[in-house]
C-alpha cells in the first residue's frame, strides 16, 4: 500500500472522477448560500441539494468535489479525544440523474484498489439488506465474496431525511488490522471498535418518500457519495488517529514548538484543541466570517477563545494564534488558494480577536476560579445564572467554555438563569442604542493627533475619492483597526464628504477598503480642519493607513443641493417683494426640505408669499447657471455678494451667483443649474422671534410628493361628498347651507315642542302661600334655551318662582327666577339653586331674583329639585 500525504490523496480522488468525465468544482464557501437551516456547511452534498432536488440546473450531471465541512455539535469532547475534531474534508462524486449504481460501485472498488492501491483483502462492504440490486453488482461484476458483503438494516445503510428523494446505501470499511480489534470473538464490520472503520459511503437516491410514508420511485434516481478526507488519510499512513495525518502533525508539531512543550498524555487535550480548532478558525475568517455574538460569527469567537484559553494552559502568554494560522495557510495553500490570497487578513483578524481576548481572559479566569471555590466551599454544583453572564458580559467568555472550565471543576451551570440576563441585556442595549450617536460626538476625539493633519474637502467637484485612512476612533480612544459592528470615526486625508455647516445637513454614504466597509451617518469639521465620519463597521475589517474609496450618498446630495441653490432665490426674491432690510437670520437644509428664517416685521400675507413663490418659480424655470468662484473678500463686495452680518470671512471667499439674480458667499455644496431645483413650494410662514419670520418650503421630488399628496387628499374628500373634485367646493359650500337649514328647523321644531308642554307644567304648579311655584324638568334644553324658558314662564305666572332643570348634552343645570314680589316675601334664587346643585354634585348661586348653577349627576335631578321646592317652600313669609 502506497503511503500518501493528505494533499495527494485529494488530488488523486479528483483526478480519478475527471478521468470518469466529472466536472471538478471548488470548495463552496462554508457560509451556507441561500440555506437559513444550517449555519455552517457540514457534508459534502449540502451545498449541492438544489441540484438534487431540481430546484437549480447543475453545471454539470456528474460533478465532483472536495468540500470544507465544519460541524460543532461536539465541540467540548475535540481535544479530550483523537477522534474528534469540528474541521474535516469531505471527498464526494454525485450523478444528478446521470449514473447508478452500476457505475458508481465499481468505480469506488477501481479507486481503491487500482488507484490507491489499497489490497482487497483489507476492505469489506455493507448493502442495505432489501438491497439485492447492490449485492450483485458487488459480487457479480467487482467479484467480491459474498463473505465480505454484509447486509444491514434500515438503521445503518439506509438514508433518508423526513419526507422526499431517499435510498439505500453502501458502505466501505477498512480494516486496521487484529491489534486494533477488541479482541471479542464477535469483532467484525458494524463493530464499535478501531478495527474496521468506514471510510466511504455511497448513497443511492432512488426513492421518494410520500406524506403518508410510502415509498414511490424516483423518476431522476441521485448518486451522492462522502468519504472524511482525514479518515482516509489515516489509512493510507497507517496512523491512529487524524492529529498524526502528515499536513495535521505539522500544525500540531508548531503547537508544540509555541508552547516549548512535547506532545504527551499531559499536554495531549490542549494541543489537540488548538491543532483542530485553528484548522476550522482559518478556513472560517477565509471565507469571510468574522468574530461576532451571534450566528457563525459566535462559533468562529468560541473556537478562538477555546483555544486561546488552551494555549494559556500551556503556559503560553502572548498571541499565538494567529501565527499558527500560517501554518494552517502553508499546509492547504494548494487546494484552497484563497488561504495564499487572504493570508495577511485571516492572521490579521485572528490576531485582533485574541488581542481583544487577551485584555480579559486572565482577569476572567481569576474570577471564575473564585467563583467556583466559593461554590465548592458551600457544597454547592451550580455555577448562578448571573455569574456565568457577568463572565460573558465582562470578561468576553462564550457560555461554553465557563461551562468547559466548571466541568473540570465537576460543576454546572445554570443555564436559564444566563439566558434570562442575556434577554435582559438585549433589551437595555436597544434603548441605550437610541442615545448612543449623539454621545459619541460628546468625546473629545482628536486628542493626541497629529496637529499639522487636515483633511482635504473635494466634494465640491466630485462624489467619490481614493483617499488614506488616517485615524480610527473606536470607543474614545485610537485604535489600528475596527472590525464589523464597531461604532467608529474616521479621519482621512481627503473626503468627499461635506461637513454639516453653513446650515447644510453632512453627507452620509460608504467609505470601503480593500477588507472591510463603513457605512458613513454623520460628519463634522473641527476647528482645525479635520472631517470626522462617524459611522458603523458593516462588513470585515478596516485598517488604519490603508487605502479606501469614500463615496457619498450622490440622490441625497443632490436632494440637498436643490433645496440649498433654491434658498439662494428663495432670499433674493423675498428682498425683491418685502424689501431690502430681509436679511438672513439662520437657515437649515437637508434632503428633505428648506427651513430659512428672516428678518422682517410682520407676517406675510397670502399675496405675498405667492408672489414670492412665483419669483423663485421664475428663476428656476429660466435655469439660471450657478457660477461658483473663489475671489478676495473685496471683489465679491463689489460684486455685491450678500453676507451675513456679524459673521467673519477670511481674506478669499467663496462666491455663489446664480445668473445676475443672486449672489452669495457660501460654503455648500449647489446645482449646476436652476433648473435641477424642478419647483418650490412653500409650506408655511410663521414668527419664531420678534422680528424673525421662518418660512418652510419644498423642492424637486418632494415638492412634487406634496402635490401628488394634496391630489390625493381633495379626490378623498370628493369621494365622501360624492361629487368630482372640480365640484367640491361648490358641493361643499351647499352642504353647509343645508346644514345651517337644518339646524334652524332644529331649533325651531324644540321651541314647539318645550312652549306646548308649558300648560302642563303650569297647571302643576303648587301654591305656596299664595306665591305660584312651578318646578320642572327639559331635558333637551341646553342653559342658554332653559333660561329663556324660565323667563317664558315667570312672565305667565305673574307672582311666583320658577325652578328649571336640565341633563343636556352631558350637563345637569338648574335656573331659578323670582318675580320682585316674591324676592320681597323671601324668595331668594341664589339659595335656591345652591341647595339643588349640592343635592346634585355640583355647585353654583347668584341674585335674589335669577340664578344658576350646574350640577354632576343627572340620576338625581328629581331629588335636586325636591329640595329646591322645600327651599323656597321655606324662604317665603
Ligand atoms: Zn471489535
Ligand atoms: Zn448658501
Not at 251 to 265: F, H, M, R, S, T
Not at 414 to 427: L, P, V, Y
Request: charged share 30%; proline share 3%.
Amino acid at each position: 500500500m502506497k503511503k500518501l500525504g493528505l494533499n495527494e490523496i485529494r488530488e488523486r480522488f479528483l483526478k480519478f472522477f475527471e478521468s470518469k468525465e466529472h466536472l471538478r468544482l471548488p470548495s463552496f464557501s462554508l457560509v451556507p448560500h441561500n440555506d437559513p437551516s444550517i449555519l455552517l456547511i457540514n457534508a459534502g452534498m449540502t451545498p449541492l441539494k438544489p441540484y438534487f432536488t431540481g430546484l437549480e440546473k447543475p453545471p454539470a450531471y456528474r460533478v465532483t468535489t472536495c468540500q470544507k465541512c465544519i460541524r460543532t455539535p461536539d465541540i467540548e469532547n475535540v481535544g479530550k479525544t483523537a477522534r474528534h475534531g469540528t474541521f474535516f474534508e469531505m471527498l464526494g462524486n454525485f450523478s444528478f440523474g446521470d449514473y447508478f449504481k452500476k457505475e458508481a460501485i465499481p468505480w469506488a472498488w477501481e479507486f481503491f484498489t487500482e488507484d490507491l492501491e489499497i489490497p482487497a483483502d483489507k476492505l469489506y462492504v455493507s448493502v442495505y439488506e432489501e438491497d439485492d440490486e447492490a449485492f450483485d453488482i458487488w459480487n457479480k461484476d467487482v467479484g467480491l465474496a459474498p463473505e465480505r458483503i454484509f447486509r444491514m438494516g434500515k438503521e445503518d445503510n439506509f438514508w433518508e431525511h423526513g419526507t422526499g428523494p431517499c435510498g439505500p446505501c453502501s458502505e466501505i470499511y477498512f480494516d486496521r488490522g487484529e491489534e486494533n480489534g477488541c479482541g471479542s470473538p464477535d469483532c467484525t464490520v458494524g463493530c464499535e471498535c478501531d478495527r474496521f472503520i468506514e471510510v466511504w459511503n455511497l448513497v443511492f437516491t432512488q426513492f421518494n418518500k410520500e406524506e403518508d410514508g410510502t415509498y414511490s420511485k424516483l423518476e431522476k434516481k441521485n448518486i451522492d457519495t462522502g468519504m472524511g478526507l482525514e479518515r482516509l488519510a489515516v489509512v493510507m499512513q497507517g496512523v491512529n488517529n487524524l492529529f498524526e495525518v502528515d499536513t495535521i502533525r505539522n500544525i500540531l508539531n508548531y503547537v508544540c514548538e509555541k508552547a516549548g512543550l512535547q506532545y504527551d498524555e499531559q499536554t495531549g487535550v490542549s494541543i489537540r484543541v488548538i491543532t483542530d480548532h485553528i484548522r476550522s478558525t482559518t478556513m472560517m475568517v477565509s471565507d469571510g466570517i468574522l468574530p461576532s455574538n451571534e450566528g457563525r460569527g459566535y462559533v468562529l469567537r468560541r473556537l478562538l477563545r477555546r483555544a486561546a484559553r488552551h494555549g494559556r494552559l500551556l503556559g503560553i502568554k502572548d498571541a499565538f494564534l494567529y501565527d499558527v494560522a500560517k501554518v494552517v495557510i502553508n499546509e492547504s495553500r494548494d487546494a484552497y488558494p484563497e488561504l495564499e490570497e487572504k493570508a495577511d487578513y485571516i492572521c490579521k483578524v485572528i490576531k485582533i480577536e485574541e488581542d481583544r481576548f487577551a485584555a480579559t481572559i486572565d482577569q476572567g479566569l481569576t474570577i471564575l476560579n473564585d467563583f467556583i471555590a466559593q461554590i465548592k466551599a458551600s457544597n454547592g454544583s451550580e455555577l448562578p445564572g448571573d455569574m456565568v453572564f457577568k463572565l460573558h458580559d465582562t470578561y468576553g467568555f462564550p457560555l461554553d467554555l465557563t461551562r468547559e472550565i466548571a466541568g473540570e471543576e465537576g460543576l454546572t451551570i445554570d443555564e436559564d438563569g444566563f439566558k434570562a440576563e442575556m434577554g435582559e441585556q438585549k433589551r437595555m442595549a436597544r434603548e441605550a442604542l437610541k442615545s448612543k450617536v449623539s454621545s459619541a460626538w460628546g468625546q473629545d476625539l482628536t486628542a493626541g493627533l497629529d496637529k499639522s493633519l487636515k483633511t482635504v474637502f473635494t466634494g465640491y467637484d466630485s462624489y467619490e475619492d481614493e483617499a488614506e485612512l488616517s485615524y480610527i476612533i473606536l470607543d474614545g480612544s485610537h485604535v489600528d483597526n475596527a472590525q464589523q459592528g464597531d461604532e467608529v470615526t474616521l479621519i482621512l486625508d481627503k473626503t468627499p464628504f461635506y461637513a454639516e455647516s453653513g446650515g447644510q445637513v453632512a453627507d452620509t454614504g460608504f467609505i470601503r477598503t480593500k477588507t472591510g466597509s463603513v457605512r458613513v451617518k454623520d460628519c463634522r469639521k473641527t476647528a482645525e480642519g479635520l472631517f470626522l465620519h462617524l459611522g458603523t463597521v458593516e462588513e470585515g475589517i478596516v485598517e488604519k493607513g490603508t487605502a479606501v474609496r469614500a463615496s457619498i450618498d450622490v440622490e441625497r446630495r443632490l436632494a440637498t443641493a436643490r433645496n440649498h441653490t433654491t434658498t439662494h432665490l428663495l432670499q433674493r426674491a423675498l428682498r425683491n417683494v418685502l424689501g431690502e432690510h430681509v436679511t438672513q437670520a439662520g437657515s437649515y437644509v437637508d434632503s428633505e426640505r428648506i427651513r430659512f428664517d428672516f428678518h422682517h416685521f410682520s407676517p406675510m400675507t397670502r399675496d405675498e408669499l405667492r408672489q414670492v413663490e412665483g419669483e423663485v418659480n421664475r428663476k428656476i424655470l429660466e435655469n439660471l447657471t450657478v457660477d461658483i468662484r473663489e475671489m478676495p473678500v473685496d471683489e465679491a463686495k463689489k460684486e455685491g455678494a450678500m453676507a451675513l452680518f456679524g459673521e467673519k470671512y477670511g481674506n478669499i471667499v467663496r462666491v455663489v451667483k446664480a445668473g445676475s439674480y443672486s449672489t452669495e458667499l457660501c460654503g455648500g455644496t449647489h446645482l449646476k443649474q436652476t433648473a435641477q431645483a424642478g419647483l418650490i413650494k412653500i409650506l408655511g410662514e410663521s414668527g419664531v422671534a420678534a422680528g424673525v419670520r421662518r418660512i418652510e418650503a419644498l423642492t424637486g421630488q418632494n415638492a412634487i410628493d406634496y402635490y401628488c399628496q394634496k391630489e390625493d387628499q381633495l379626490n378623498e374628500v370628493a369621494g365622501v361628498l360624492k361629487t368630482a373634485p372640480q365640484d367640491t367646493l361648490r358641493k361643499a359650500e351647499a352642504i353647509s347651507a343645508d346644514l345651517k337649514a337644518a339646524l334652524k328647523e332644529i331649533e325651531q321644531l324644540k321651541d314647539k315642542l318645550v312652549s306646548g308642554s308649558f300648560d302642563e307644567v303650569l297647571e302643576k304648579a303648587e301654591d305656596v302661600k299664595g306665591l305660584k311655584v312651578v318646578i320642572a324638568r327639559f331635558d333637551q334644553l341646553g342653559m342658554e334655551e332653559l333660561r329663556n324658558t324660565c323667563e317664558t314662564l315667570r312672565s305667565k305666572i305673574g307672582s311666583g318662582v320658577v325652578v328649571l332643570a336640565s341633563a343636556f348634552g352631558g350637563k345637569v343645570s338648574f335656573v331659578a327666577m323670582a318675580t320682585k314680589d316674591a324676592v320681597e316675601r323671601g324668595a331668594h334664587c341664589g339659595s335656591i339653586v345652591k341647595e339643588a346643585a349640592k343635592a346634585a354634585g355640583g355647585g353654583g348661586g347668584g341674585r335674589p331674583d335669577m340664578a344658576q348653577a350646574g350640577g354632576k349627576d343627572a340620576s338625581l335631578i328629581d331629588k335636586a329639585l325636591k329640595s329646591a321646592l322645600d327651599a323656597v317652600k321655606a324662604q317665603i313669609k
